[in-house]
T-cell receptor
Framework: GIQVEQSPPDLILQEGANSTLRCNFS?????LQWFHQNPWGQLINLFY???GTKQNGRLSATTVATERYSLLYISSSQTTDSGVYFC????????????FGRGTSLIVHP | DVKVTQSSRYLVKRTGEKVFLECVQD?????MFWYRQDPGLGLRLIYF???????EKGDIPEGYSVSREKKERFSLILESASTNQTSMYLC???????????FGQGTRLTVV
């Protein structure tokens, strides 16, 4: 099955800094999602982005499907951005099951 | 908005007990999933269901079973809870193949 790798595994920032999180996948995909896991454990949907670029406030995401990676950009980070960020991909061919990376743990200090 | 609701946020059970974790979605989704999350191991798929009464094993089904009698409800059953099943359990649903998945709030289960 498809392998999904995220980098970096851990990231520590000062409030106001920008950051880029990366998600590499080993095969072609039909679906790529980014999630933020809040301190209470719930995974919150950030982006559904099989290809192209999307923006939502201070967050944006780009997926380059032909090169098998996706990037999540966080600008002007805030302490509330802290948590774990996951990407998940559906392998091409009609997969029902999203495969998750191990996540990037982000801590934003005031 | 899609809503996926797990029956408990925190649960403490004793070794050997039969444990039921319930998950309900309100968007008529075909697919439902149970994952467990442990530090350093990410999210691992336990079981998923692509239709009522249909189920398939995920990566770590040992010690678990599932039930999907109605489309909106997917239950995870620990037949005889053990301490190594202490974990965060996450339920998700999606409409079909390659579609966006949505998660419940998670259940932190402690087996003592």
């Amino acid at each position: 099955g498809i392998q999904v790798e995220q980098s970096p595994p851990d990231l520590i920032l000062q409030e106001g800094a920008n950051s880029t999180l990366r998600c590499n996948f080993s095969d072609s995909v039909n679906n790529l999602q980014w999630f933020h896991q809040n301190p209470w454990g719930q995974l919150i949907n950030l982006f559904y982005i099989p290809s192209g670029t999307k923006q939502n406030g201070r967050l944006s995401a780009t997926t380059v499907a032909t090169e098998r990676y996706s990037l999540l950009y966080i600008s002007s980070s805030q302490t509330t951005d802290s948590g774990v960020y996951f990407c998940a991909a559906h392998q091409s061919g009609g997969s029902y099951i999203p495969t998750f990376g191990r996540g990037t743990s982000l801590i934003v200090h005031p | 908005d899609v809503k996926v609701t797990q029956s408990s946020r925190y649960l403490v059970k004793r070794t050997g007990e039969k444990v039921f974790l319930e998950c309900v979605q309100d968007m008529d989704h075909e697919n439902m999933f149970w994952y467990r999350q442990d530090p350093g191991l990410g999210l691992r798929l336990i079981y998923f269901s692509y239709d009522v009464k249909m189920k398939e094993k995920g990566d770590i089904p040992e010690g678990y079973s599932v039930s999907r009698e109605k489309k909106e409800r997917f239950s995870l059953i620990l037949e005889s809870a053990s301490t190594n099943q202490t974990s965060m359990y996450l339920c998700a649903s999606s409409y079909g193949a390659n579609t966006e998945a949505f998660f419940g709030q998670g259940t932190r289960l402690t087996v003592v």
